[in-house]
């Protein structure tokens, strides 16, 4: 496996819509695995194929705290939502910074498997809030979009700032 590089806000290739998935074959389970891979040693409970550079609607997920719930969403597609949940979200494209989001608080999605099954999920809480997050990534989407625009220009200057910062300190 490999672990893959996560690509930062304001990257403008976060910014693009992913295209539905046409095969799943074991090139796409290798990517799903090194997905899985990134996404635990980040750490974090969810990543986007776009947050890694690869412009597919596909997803993976774990909320438990030991690594025992994982989920592959290939072309998901909220079917219904409900409810509303107000939850602290960060993101490893936005490194560093929490916010209030207002979600669904329960969903129900169909979606492809890792084997290319149709299946439907019907969840709530923090995966609901999850998936939702990282369905919002394939369409191009981030948390901060959810913020005010000040909060957002904030946020952005302050990670190109650390940005140079590092790069400086790299030389």
Same mark, same amino acid.
């Not at 806000?9 to 046409?22: G, N, Q, S, T």
């Not at 191009?140 to 904030?154: T, W």
């Given at each position: #496996? +490999?672990?893959?590089?996560?690509?930062?806000?304001?990257?403008?290739?976060?910014?693009?819509?992913?295209?539905? =998935?046409? %095969? =799943?074959?074991?090139?796409?389970?290798?990517?799903? @695995?090194? #997905?899985f891979e990134t996404m635990y040693e980040a750490p974090g409970i969810g990543l986007?194929? +776009?947050?890694?550079?690869? %412009?597919?609607?596909?997803? =993976?997920?774990?909320?438990? *705290? @030991?690594? *025992?719930?994982? %989920?592959?969403?290939?072309?998901?597609?909220?079917?219904?939502?409900?409810?509303?949940?107000?939850?602290?979200?960060?993101?490893?494209?936005?490194?560093?910074?929490?916010?209030?989001?207002?979600?669904?608080?329960?969903?129900? =999605?169909?979606?492809?498997?890792? @084997?290319?099954?149709? *299946?439907?999920?019907?969840?709530?809480?923090?995966?609901?809030?999850?998936?939702?997050?990282?369905? @919002? %990534?394939? &369409?191009?989407?981030?948390?901060? &979009?959810?913020?005010?625009?000040?909060?957002?220009?904030?946020?952005?200057?302050?990670?190109?700032?650390?940005?140079?910062?590092?790069? *400086?300190?790299?030389?």
């Open positions: #496996m +490999t672990k893959l590089m996560i690509l930062e806000f304001p990257d403008p290739r976060l910014r693009i819509k992913a295209a539905p =998935v046409e %095969h =799943v074959d074991d090139k796409l389970r290798r990517l799903i @695995d090194d #997905m986007a194929a +776009t947050q890694v550079d690869v %412009h597919q609607r596909l997803l =993976v997920t774990d909320v438990s *705290s @030991d690594r *025992s719930a994982p %989920h592959v969403l290939i072309n998901p597609i909220i079917l219904e939502k409900d409810g509303v949940a107000v939850t602290e979200e960060g993101c490893l494209s936005v490194p560093g910074y929490y916010e209030e989001v207002e979600r669904a608080n329960h969903i129900r =999605v169909s979606f492809l498997d890792r @084997d290319g099954e149709s *299946s439907e999920l019907d969840v709530e809480g923090l995966l609901a809030v999850c998936i939702q997050h990282e369905i @919002d %990534h394939l &369409d191009g989407k981030l948390f901060v &979009d959810y913020l005010s625009e000040a909060k957002r220009g904030r946020i952005r200057k302050k990670l190109e700032k650390e940005r140079r910062h590092q790069a *400086s300190a790299a030389l």
